[in-house]
């Protein structure tokens, strides 16, 4: 059989491995006699796997003592607004950086809560670049800064981090975490939704730090509280434990393709391959600024969009699937999470270098 290569922008490809290891330990997990899916949330068999996930984590993404590990639900949506209930701190107003379709939603959603001062905007230009850091206009009475590190409709990547001072940096990393280091100490929130490059829908991961838990007024829903989760080590309901245990696999599986600096290497060469054959074709055409393209989430068109139905049919024909762009963008895209192979990005270029042949 061919193989299939998914192209998906999320849910996503998760690595072969690990689906095949959650295959063999579906029915019982190790002699436990029991499937993972219905363990005891509070059963010593569940509190080592939840446990050793979230030290997995840390060692990945090298977290600092003074940080916690959240594994919330609800999607990074939840977030847009958990995130102003809780970081507002009696203040009235929150910086956020407008550079695509998610931050825009982030926006919509803290406007309900408190003013928010756009700091700087894409949105000149449908949204094909981060503005320059020197542009924005910081406020230093702000509750927090919040970006959006990956777009993943428009294929943006922000390489750089603002230097906001004491203001806390709260960041959506729901489509590039794990795809590189970062450095968690630069900021006071992370949140992302597993969906991309962590494991199955249903989880959140959220990294906050310490001293930013606690302020939530007592008017704020007791499951949206971050002190309730944190307090109660994610436990206070269910948690979405399958998920859970899924995102530990991935965690491992990381560790063994050599952690997050070898998973850059990797994901650079990567993206490489396919944006150096898009702009050297002369037929294919990357919408994004160079120095912001996404590693993660590749969009392209072709020359004209009245071929896109013909290519995503070839395609497919060719076992490369959902490479449709997002409505609001048209044209392709191309998502590589860590979890895709090298050669299903060898296989497309391959595809794309005979389809812009024939249709010259
Ligand atoms: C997918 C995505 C979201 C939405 O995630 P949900 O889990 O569906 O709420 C938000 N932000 C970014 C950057 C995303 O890629």
Partial sequence: MKPIFNF??????????????????LPDWHASGMSVMEMSHRGKEFMQIAA???????????IPQQYRVLFLQGGAHL???????????????????????????????AAKFCQVNVVASSSDKNYSYVPDLATWQLNPNAAYLHITSNETIGGVEMFTLPDSGEVPLVCDMSSHILSR??????????????????????????????????????????????????????MYNTPPTY?????????KWLKQQGGLAAMEQRNIEKANLLYDYIDASNFYRSPVALENRSRMNIPFTLPDSSMDAAFLQAAQQQGLLQLKGHKLVGGMRASIYNAMPIEGVQTLVAFMQQFAKDNK
């Avoid at 690990?18 to 063999?24: D, F, G, S, T």
């Avoid at 607004?81 to 998610?102: C, E, F």
């Fill in 52 to 62: 050793e996930a979230e030290q997995d984590l840390r060692d990945l993404m090298q």
């Fill in 181 to 234: 280091p970062v450095d968690v100490s630069r900021y006071g929130l992370i949140y992302a939704g597993a969906q991309k490059n962590i494991g199955p829908a249903g989880l959140t991961i959220v990294i906050i730090r310490e001293d930013l838990i606690g302020h939530a007024a007592s008017s704020v829903p007791t499951m949206l509280d971050y002190k309730i989760h944190a307090e109660n080590e994610s």
């Fill in 79 to 109: 977030q847009f607004s958990m995130v102003p209930l809780n970081l507002l701190r009696n203040k009235s107003s929150a910086d956020y950086v407008n550079t695509g379709i998610w931050s825009k939603k982030a926006i919509d959603e």
């Fill in 243 to 251: 998920a859970i245990y899924m995102a530990g696999l991935v965690f």
């Fill in 8 to 25: 998906s922008a999320g849910p996503a490809v998760l690595p072969k491995e690990v689906l095949i290891q959650a295959q063999a330990e």
